[in-house]
């Protein structure tokens, strides 16, 4: 194909990228700061218009196909006969296979999850026509009823868009990850109306750091995505509530027991949806584009019986939050909801965990403020308490509480409850962390061997010296006689030193075998010949308050493969292996 023309300003038809032309001269009419800056504002101008326009399908298609004059989803699926709701779902489930059919490759995975990956291990490329494909897709699909949530669309184009102005633009890795991390907060800010929320999630699960460098672009994408939303969809909390307080002590060490119940749930949810995917991973490799048209035939079944676990699940948990739906649903719906969420994304049905999970921990929240309740009449509502299992939920299935209690707070525009929500967010994330060490997204990287640094300071991660101390089985008093040595010395482990201390248990040297051999005494001496005759004083031990990279230090000066530990007044305390310390320390 010729090359095109020298004044061509077209841009690449098979990439969609600007042509050189083009790209000359923005790069000429802005410097490389400023330049980053306008794209950060671009990103989020982008992901807030593509919000729009996302929702705005959303809303059409449902309209369309669930013959409803309000908005709310569940209105017009209680109001459909049977047969809408078993067939409008396989419909979606068809429409996935298709796609899947024609590109080549099934849409499933966690769009969250590949969004960390392009980060951390891709320079924050995402393939962008695929982006686009699998958000639009994904956003029919939640429309026909598939139980995830819309926030994968949305996150997956504002994501992709970062990613595409980055390689338009060749810029490095470094800016082209933060744009990454810019578009998909931006998406989850218009989506739910949570500048703050977004903009803090990113930071959090995203990008693992608080750092102010980060904070800049993020919070500028989301703001710019935010306006967007606020003037062309609404300006208002996502979730409309009574005015809730839990200010009691009782109701906050209920908020407390709340949170390690759910906790533990939020563990069961994050295992669940990775059992079932790793189920669903062992059929053949021919069923797989099928699977999204079983799986939601499956839910078409379940519809059959009530609508409520079709969708994102937004109407449940807005009646939930006014403590308007029966206690049976309240305890039946969960289990069921993450039963089909994670049969539909295991089976590659596109779309978002996150509000699945918002309805997880509302119902539970909510059933859970209803038998206190009966049981403690007089006390806060259950809707009080629903909105806590939301929070608390997002915080043990993320393991990012910060965020977690600032999306609640501006879903809600609750203030009052804030005191026992972050209490309850933090114990399940606690909680959670224990029983399931891998968040909702972080699991998934894990099964392909991605692993995302901690988010936490280093000084906090390090184990510190005294937590990989071996300890010392022999040791031998100065006066050793050489024989007893030479055994003791073939005794130890491989790489392992012979230790010399006094009486007080105080460090005099070291003795190791290569160095034995090429100082052997007289052999007419070696009766004579003690320990402290063979012994190293010279060898510098190591104490437990040295940080691990001084300790990695030590060990580049020395050939020793490991280094004695003693405390101030030089008593042995053990030894530190080179190799635990390169296995298990951080830097």
């Not at 000066?557 to 951080?586: F, I, M, N």
């Amino acid at each position: 194909m010729p090359e095109p023309a020298a004044g061509a300003v077209h841009p690449d038809l098979r990439t969609g990228a600007p042509s050189p032309w083009l790209r000359r001269i923005l790069r000429g009419l802005l410097g490389q700061e400023r330049r980053f800056w306008v794209l950060v504002v671009g990103v989020g101008l982008i992901s807030g218009l593509g919000a729009v326009a996302l929702l705005a399908v959303l809303r059409f298609t449902q309209h369309l196909f669930w013959q409803s004059n309000s908005e709310h989803f569940l209105e017009g699926a209680l109001a459909s006969p049977g047969w809408r709701r078993f067939l409008v779902p396989m419909l979606g489930g068809a429409l996935v296979t298709l796609v899947s059919l024609l590109v080549g490759q099934p849409l499933r995975g966690h769009g969250t999850a590949g969004i960390i990956e392009s980060i951390w291990v891709k320079s924050g490329r995402l393939p962008f026509p695929r982006a686009l494909l699998r958000g639009f897709v994904s956003i029919i699909a939640v429309a026909l009823g598939a139980p995830l949530g819309r926030e994968g669309a949305l996150l997956q184009t504002g994501a992709a868009s970062g990613s595409a102005l980055s390689g338009w633009l060749r810029l490095g890795p470094g800016q082209a990850r933060v744009l990454v991390a810019c578009g998909a907060s931006a998406g989850i800010a218009s989506a739910y109306n949570v500048p703050i929320g977004a903009a803090l999630f990113g930071l959090e699960v995203l990008l693992g750091s608080f750092a102010l460098e980060l904070f800049g672009p993020i919070v500028v994408s989301c703001v710019v995505a935010t306006l967007v939303s606020r003037t062309l969809i609404a300006d208002h909390p996502s979730y409309v509530i009574p005015h809730y307080a839990l200010i009691h002590p009782r109701e906050l060490l209920l908020a407390l027991m709340l949170g390690v119940l759910v906790g533990g749930a939020s563990a069961l949810y994050v295992r669940g949806i990775n059992l079932t995917s790793d189920l669903l991973d062992r059929l053949p490799v021919w069923l797989a584009p099928f699977m999204p048209l079983v799986a939601m035939t499956l839910v078409g079944i379940t519809a059959l019986a009530g609508p409520y676990l079709m969708g994102n699940g937004y109407d449940s948990v807005n009646m939930a939050l006014h403590g308007t739906l029966p206690l049976t649903l309240l305890l039946l719906l969960p289990l069921a909801k993450l039963a089909v969420t994670s049969l539909c994304a295991g089976a590659g049905v596109p779309g978002g965990l996150f509000t699945p999970s918002l309805f997880f921990g509302a119902l539970l929240g909510g059933a859970f403020g209803m038998m206190v309740e009966r049981v403690l009449p007089g006390g806060a509502p259950s809707g009080a308490y629903a909105l806590l299992g939301m929070g608390a939920v997002l915080a043990g299935t993320t393991h990012a509480s910060v965020s977690a209690v600032l999306m609640i707070f501006e879903m809600t525009g609750d203030y009052d409850l804030i005191l026992p929500l972050m209490l309850a967010a933090v114990v399940a994330a606690v909680v959670s962390r224990r029983l399931e060490p891998e968040s909702l997204y972080t699991s998934v990287l894990v099964k392909r061997d991605v692993r995302v640094p901690a988010s936490v300071p280093h000084w906090l991660r390090e184990e510190g010296v005294r937590s990989m101390l071996s300890p010392v089985t022999q040791r031998v008093p100065p006066s050793a006689p050489f024989d007893e040595v030479v055994v003791l010395l073939l005794e130890q482990p491989p790489g392992a030193d012979l230790y010399v201390t006094d009486a007080e248990g105080r460090l005099l040297g070291v003795i190791t075998l290569d160095a034995l051999k090429g100082h052997l005494p007289d052999h007419s001496l070696l009766q004579a010949t003690v320990a402290a005759d063979v012994m190293d004083s010279g060898v510098q031990p190591i104490t437990p308050d040295l940080s691990l990279s001084e300790v990695a230090a030590r060990f580049g000066q020395t050939s020793l493969e490991h280094l004695p530990v003693v405390d101030g007044g030089r008593h042995l305390l053990g030894a530190l292996s080179k190799g635990d310390l390169l296995k298990r320390g951080r830097f």
